[in-house]
């Protein structure tokens, strides 16, 4: 079997925000990419698929095994494999990886959080882990890129929970924090009903502004130095942005129409990055 090929079919067939993230990335950068992202997608399916939360959980564990086994022995999986083949060229850190399945795994042990600081915990191990994942790949000079990639990671988040609010609670899972629907005075029984009023409107208002803040302080960490290989990041950046002006622009109504953005903007939005990349000089 051709892993390559297996794990660049996983993004392509996804045709997810990260896709044309990718696009313009050197071959080799792009191989790697996609190997990561597979093993990120696969484990993110062994929670979502499962029939039963125990089922799931033994198949994570399995999975830490198939992980173990790409730094330490011979990996069986196709994602895996091409995962190991990737390693031998980036040396990604294990702990991102163990961060991201502790992260999957909070769906199965929890789906309510009282507070922000308990959501930070999960957004950082299921969204900040991908970006210090990547950052590898891309390869940067200054260490504080990292703190980028955690911020960035963090915000793009927050933006996917406002934007699947409602699915999300139809799976019985809700990630605005407690503390936050206390403060605005938006109830469950509200969310059920999707219920939209000024308390919903003053609640995402709320949310938006913390996910904007999250972006700009990204933006404020990317030393000069990297940014010019950080454009995969920043395209990344800038589609989870527009997605999160969309909230905004259909004042936080989240409930009567979807909010995405077509593929041609996506692809027009990558491109216009990643041609400006080109032209950036760090001094």
């Known amino acids: 079997m051709n892993f390559k090929s297996y794990c660049a079919g996983l993004v392509r067939k996804s045709r997810s925000n990260f896709y044309y993230a990718f696009l313009f990335l050197p071959k080799e950068k792009r191989e790697a990419i996609f190997a990561a992202y597979a093993f990120s997608r696969y484990t993110d399916d062994l929670v979502d698929e499962s029939e039963a939360p125990e089922k799931a959980i033994q198949a994570l564990q399995a999975w830490r095994q198939e ?9 069986s999986h196709p994602i895996a494999l091409n995962l190991q083949a990737t390693l031998q ?3 990604i850190p294990q702990e ?6 502790e992260g999957v795994e909070m769906d199965l042990t929890r789906n309510r959080y009282q507070t ?5 915990q999960y957004c950082y191990r299921v969204a900040s882990a991908i970006g210090l994942i990547c950052i590898e790949i891309f390869e940067y000079q200054n260490p504080a890129t990292k703190e980028y990639a955690i911020n960035l990671g963090l915000a ?8 699947d609010v409602q699915t999300d609670f139809q799976q019985n899972r809700i990630y605005l924090p ?6 605005f005075q938006y109830s469950e029984k509200d969310l059920h009903a ?4 000024t308390a919903f409107i003053d609640l995402m208002a709320f949310q938006c502004r913390r996910a904007r803040e999250y972006y700009e302080k990204a933006a404020s960490l990317l030393p000069k130095e990297d940014r010019r290989g950080m454009f995969s990041a920043d395209i990344m950046g800038t589609i989870y942005a527009r997605l999160l002006s969309q909230i905004e622009e259909a ?11 077509s593929n041609r903007s996506k692809f027009t939005l990558a491109l216009s990055i990643w041609l400006k990349s080109r032209f950036f000089s760090p001094t």
Request: hydrophobic share 40%; glycine share 2%.
């Open 89 to 91: 060229k980036f040396p």
């Open 194 to 197: 999707a219920t939209y009023n």
């Open 67 to 75: 992980l173990l086994a790409c730094y330490n022995g011979t990996p």
């Open 116 to 120: 922000f600081d308990d959501l930070y």
């Open 251 to 261: 004042k936080y109504n989240i409930f009567d129409a979807p909010i995405r953005l």
């Open 96 to 101: 991102h990886f163990l961060h991201l399945i």
């Open 156 to 163: 793009l988040q927050l933006t996917n929970i406002l934007r």
């Open 178 to 183: 407690a503390e936050d629907l206390d403060r």
